[in-house]
């Protein structure tokens, strides 16, 4: 069963902060998270494990709450370049990997 | 590293031919994956493998579907016959021990 991405589509001004969530009814071992613009191949942004940890750079980062089998994608003061469409794909314990359906995002001026 | 590189772009194909997707992964790379991407079911994993074995082919649609990787250069992904529901969008990507993905630019693939 593939993960709840929420929102579906946000719309941000330059500058401004996103969170996007990731949720699954499956016992979590891993997250990816990977951004895709249009005609392209997704890029990976990270990665994580369970054990609750945050990782980032830039001002991209994301946590892992495996009890809650939830993960955020946190974006701070956006840029152009971070609008696409963002996905977080999942690893169950079994080793099973799903995608979410996405979270398109749109950056203006 | 040129990266993930993968063959055709772009393949045409009439229902019911046999098609071929080719896949040169990273050089040093163990793990192998295969997706397809439509607009209606979104990023599917269709099967990886980890040193150039397969591993879960849980995600492959049916048996028209089968993949290979004879080495740890290449892959290929085989359908045959062909359908028009398998027009999509087919990406390979590899990774070291299983974390950072990176991806291929695809195949767009249109059976009519």
């Known amino acids: 069963q593939q993960p709840v991405q929420s929102p579906q589509a946000v719309i941000l001004r330059e500058g401004e902060d996103a969170v996007i969530n990731c949720s699954s009814s499956?016992?979590?071992?891993?997250v990816h998270w990977y951004r895709q613009k249009h005609g392209e191949a997704p890029v990976f942004l990270m990665i994580?494990?369970?054990?609750?940890e945050q990782k980032g750079h830039d001002k991209i980062s994301a946590s892992f709450n495996e009890k809650k089998q939830q993960s955020s994608l946190y974006l701070t003061a956006s840029q152009l370049s971070y609008s696409g469409t963002y996905f977080c794909?999942?690893?169950?314990?079994?080793?099973?990997?799903?995608f979410g359906d996405g979270t398109t995002l749109t950056v203006k001026p | 590293d040129a990266g993930v590189i993968q063959s055709p772009r772009h393949e045409v194909t009439e229902m019911g031919q046999e098609v071929t997707l080719r896949c040169k992964p990273i050089?040093?790379?163990?793990?192998l994956f295969w997706y397809r991407q439509t607009m209606m079911r979104g990023l599917e994993l269709l099967i990886y493998?980890?040193?150039?074995?397969?591993?879960?082919d849980s995600g492959m649609p049916e048996d028209r579907f089968s993949a290979k990787m004879p080495n740890a250069s290449f892959s290929t992904l085989k359908i045959q016959p062909s359908e028009p529901r398998d027009s999509a969008v087919y990406f390979c990507?590899?990774?070291?021990?299983?974390?950072?993905?990176?991806f291929g630019q695809g195949t767009r693939l249109t059976v009519v």
């Open positions: 493998f980890n040193n150039n074995v397969p591993i879960d």
């Open positions: 990507a590899s990774s070291f021990e299983g974390a950072e993905a990176f």
């Open positions: 994580l494990l369970k054990g609750g």
């Open positions: 050089s040093g790379h163990d793990y």
């Open positions: 794909g999942t690893e169950t314990n079994a080793g099973k990997s799903t």
């Open positions: 499956k016992a979590l071992y891993s």
